[in-house]
């Protein structure tokens, strides 16, 4: 186990519930993927702690955002930023968004204003996200059609932000994700 690992131990994200598994499972695989499709360690570190203060659709917070310095302490300051963005973020709004700069994320968390965020910090999230949606459809079962429609049609529209391993890995996994007929 190395210092990572036995952090998130520490912060119970061993204990946490993340849709059938444990989160630690969870940012484990995320990372696992974002390393096999060739990112940097700020990018690989950032998904190991994606969503340890919780997010718009994960509520569980492992640790509080009154803890940033010692998780920036931990991952370094340009990892833990992607870890915070990505966890106060409304990552929908990251797909209405035009493909040129300024980008920015919006969200509660920052009292509903735009935050302007670097093409490099944009691309990272959406890396991130990807690995985060694929990780969690490779154990998902039953997921409504339309999810994973909104998924493939989100990493279509943001593709030239997305490395080319990811694009394989998201395409392939939610091209055959096991789905559910729904009425709607």
Same mark, same amino acid.
């Given at each position: 186990?190395?210092?990572?690992?036995?952090?998130?131990?520490?912060?119970?994200?061993?204990?946490?519930?993340?849709? !059938?598994?444990?989160? =630690?499972?969870?940012? &484990? !695989?995320?990372?696992?993927?974002?390393?096999?499709?060739?990112?940097?360690?700020?990018?690989?570190?950032?998904?190991?702690?994606?969503?340890?203060? !919780?997010?718009?659709? #994960? &509520?569980?917070?492992?640790? @509080?955002? &009154?803890?940033?310095?010692?998780?920036?302490?931990?991952?370094?300051? &340009?990892?833990?930023?992607?870890?915070?963005?990505?966890?106060?973020?409304?990552?929908?709004?990251?797909?209405?968004?035009?493909?040129?700069?300024?980008?920015?994320?919006?969200?509660?968390?920052?009292?509903?204003?735009?935050?302007?965020? @670097?093409?490099?910090?944009?691309?990272? =999230?959406?890396?991130?996200?990807?690995?985060?949606?694929?990780?969690?459809?490779?154990?998902?079962?039953?997921?409504?059609?339309?999810?994973?429609?909104?998924? =493939?049609?989100?990493?279509?529209?943001?593709? @030239? #932000?997305? @490395?080319?391993?990811?694009?394989?890995?998201?395409?392939?996994? =939610?091209?055959?994700?096991?789905?559910?007929?729904?009425?709607?």
């Amino acid at each position: 186990m190395n210092i990572y690992e036995n952090f998130l131990i520490e912060i119970r994200a061993d204990k946490i519930n993340h849709h !059938g598994r444990t989160l =630690l499972e969870h940012l &484990k !695989g995320t990372q696992q993927l974002l390393l096999e499709w060739g990112n940097n360690q700020t990018i690989a570190l950032a998904g190991l702690m994606h969503s340890i203060y !919780g997010t718009q659709e #994960f &509520k569980e917070k492992a640790i @509080s955002f &009154k803890k940033r310095p010692q998780v920036t302490s931990l991952l370094g300051k &340009k990892s833990e930023e992607l870890v915070y963005l990505f966890g106060v973020a409304d990552r929908r709004e990251f797909y209405k968004q035009n493909n040129e700069e300024p980008f920015h994320v919006c969200s509660s968390e920052l009292n509903n204003e735009q935050v302007i965020i @670097s093409k490099e910090q944009y691309t990272s =999230l959406i890396e991130i996200e990807v690995a985060n949606i694929v990780e969690q459809a490779l154990h998902q079962k039953n997921v409504p059609i339309h999810v994973r429609d909104f998924w =493939l049609n989100s990493f279509n529209s943001k593709c @030239s #932000f997305i @490395s080319s391993k990811g694009t394989a890995s998201y395409i392939e996994v =939610l091209s055959s994700y096991d789905t559910k007929y729904e009425n709607i």
